[in-house]
């Protein structure tokens, strides 16, 4: 018999509600969780782990054909169906069932279920056998229900099976041809892990890759793309889409055709708030939740905070990355305790209960052959944000430390700095395993590191680290 009444109930148990009701928790409050599918989300099985996974071993191989002596040693070609098997492991078989032993251990409730809102924190439950629980929160409510692939209204797209980011990720055997729509994250990392499998891909992305990261990292992940063989057709848009025997043709605005046996759409994310009684509380239904930095859902109208009611991870549209999630969901779960339990809030920029970080300070990698690793601004967004910045480039390839990890090495780094501060607003770095090198920009951009006081954090020789020394030289020393 599961109890009705919670101090803190969460609907959707990915990495934001898992996070909420954790912090809720160990904070001293009850907390359930309401989902209607796996307990640990997208991220789990569907999306983070399987992607990289499937992109990793190509990834590794990749590299040691890079590097003399190594690459002698590689003979065979990739082992497809074993890497198919990895990711079967990462992702359990689709079974749930070590997360839900974590949410006990954790102390954390569960109820499967579809959760709606019925009012001011109440939460009808039905169950998958219909059985319908109402729940009732004596402190907060918090919204996780996270995103879902949005599929473009193209001419006869509901007329063929179309791929989204879940079958790409869960697919049991590559197809020997896939065209895919879209430009960002999610087409290019899919695109790098299909090339790698052996597929034939063709991208189709009409205003090119990566949009919204500094152009440099579209442009070097096309050439690494097409390296691999997959096909880029930019600046066209696809106008039809249809089945034709056993492959899906797709008609671009240009006139021309692209078939392949499978088509993958990659155009962006949708919000999981369909059917989630959000009207029953005054607000709209079907569209991203807009929050306050404590992450409490903005009120229709009058457009103050509603006190019990929380958005967290990518439902409410800050950041769509799993650590920005659980970022947000520390602070969440924090904060509910607080004012549940009359306790201090820290809600000014950069305090213990705000995501200060989702404005300016977001951290991304893109798993492609170059990785792409960003934080903070780009050189326009820095601008169109009125900041006066300085943008200094250098050449990866150039660092010992590179051409150390693979024989004619290329990359790129990038730093966009706030000329009023003398500070780090965005970096970028594109090339092989920069992935590894985001924190430390990531530090410097949440830290405001001023440039003079970088200079004494000296990287190790020879290590990729060393493009910091060079981007400071570049710039010049500032006085301290
Ligand atoms: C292909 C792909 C690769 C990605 N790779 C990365 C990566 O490498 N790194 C990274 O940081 N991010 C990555 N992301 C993004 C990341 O997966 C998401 O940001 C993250 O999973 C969102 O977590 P969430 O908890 O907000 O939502 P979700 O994980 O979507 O969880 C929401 C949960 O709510 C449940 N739910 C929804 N509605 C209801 C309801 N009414 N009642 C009960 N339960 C409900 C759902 O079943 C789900 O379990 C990737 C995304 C994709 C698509």
Redesign the pocket.
């Known amino acids: 018999m599961i109890e009705t009444e919670w101090d803190v109930i969460v ?7 898992e996070n909420v009701a954790d912090r809720a928790v160990q904070g001293g409050l009850t907390a359930i969780i ?5 307990v640990g ?3 789990s099985y569907w ?2 782990m399987p ?2 996974v499937m992109l990793r071993s190509a990834s590794a191989l990749r590299a040691a054909r890079a590097l003399g002596g190594a690459r002698e040693a590689v003979t065979g070609d990739l082992d497809v169906a074993a890497v198919l098997a990895r990711r079967d492991e990462f992702t359990h078989g689709y079974s749930d069932d070590s997360q839900v032993e974590w949410l006990d251990s954790a102390g954390i409730g569960l109820i499967r279920g ?3 809102l019925t009012g001011t924190r109440a939460v009808s439950v039905t169950s998958p056998d219909g059985t319908v629980t109402q729940l009732t929160a004596r402190h907060a409510v918090a919204i ?4 879902g692939a949005l599929v473009p209204g193209i001419d006869g797209i509901d007329t063929v099976d179309v791929w989204t ?1 879940r079958e790409a ?1 869960s697919a049991a055997t590559p197809p020997a041809t896939l065209a895919i729509i879209g430009g960002g994250v ?1 087409a290019v ?1 899919m695109a790098t892990a299909y090339a790698g499998f052996g597929t034939e891909v063709t991208v189709i992305a009409r205003s090119g890759l990566l949009g919204g990261q500094e152009p440099f990292a579209g442009e070097l992940v096309q050439e690494g793309l097409e390296a691999l063989g997959v096909t880029i057709r930019t600046g066209v848009s696809p106008s039809s889409v249809r089945t034709d025997g056993d492959a899906v043709s797709v008609m671009l605005d240009d006139g021309t055709e692209v078939r392949a046996e499978k088509l993958l759409v990659a155009t962006g994310r949708t919000p ?1 708030t369909g ?2 009684g959000l009207d029953t509380v005054g607000l709209e239904s079907g569209g991203w939740l807009t929050t306050d930095d404590t992450l409490r859902v903005i009120g229709a109208g009058d457009g103050d905070p509603i006190d019990w009611l929380y958005a967290v ?3 409410n549209h800050r950041a ?4 920005q ?1 659980k970022y947000q969901a520390r602070a969440a779960g924090d904060v509910i305790v607080a004012r549940a339990t009359g306790g201090t809030v820290s809600d000014s920029p950069w305090g213990t209960h705000v995501a200060t970080a989702d404005h300016q300070a977001v951290p991304q990698v893109t ?1 492609t052959d170059p990785e792409v690793a960003s934080v903070g601004l780009t050189a326009t967004a820095a601008e169109e944000a009125g900041y006066d910045i300085r943008v200094v480039d250098f050449d990866l390839g150039s660092i010992a430390g590179a051409s150390l990890l693979a024989d004619g090495y290329t990359g790129k780094a990038r730093m966009v700095v706030d000329e009023s501060r003398s500070v780090i607003i965005g970096m970028t770095f594109v090339g092989q395993d920069v992935a590894e090198l985001l924190q430390s920009a990531t530090i410097a951009v949440v830290g405001e590191v001023p440039l003079a006081r970088l200079w004494h954090a000296v990287p190790a020789y020879p290590t990729m680290s060393e493009i910091w020394l060079r981007l400071l030289e570049t710039y010049g020393r500032p006085t301290a």
Do not use: M
């Open positions: 609907i959707g148990a990915g990495v934001a509600g309401v989902e209607a599918e796996l989300g997208e991220c999306a983070c992607s990289k579809r959760g709606r996780c229900t996270g995103s980011s990720t999610v990392e999981n059917d989630l991870g990518d439902v769509l990355l799993t650590h999630d798993f």
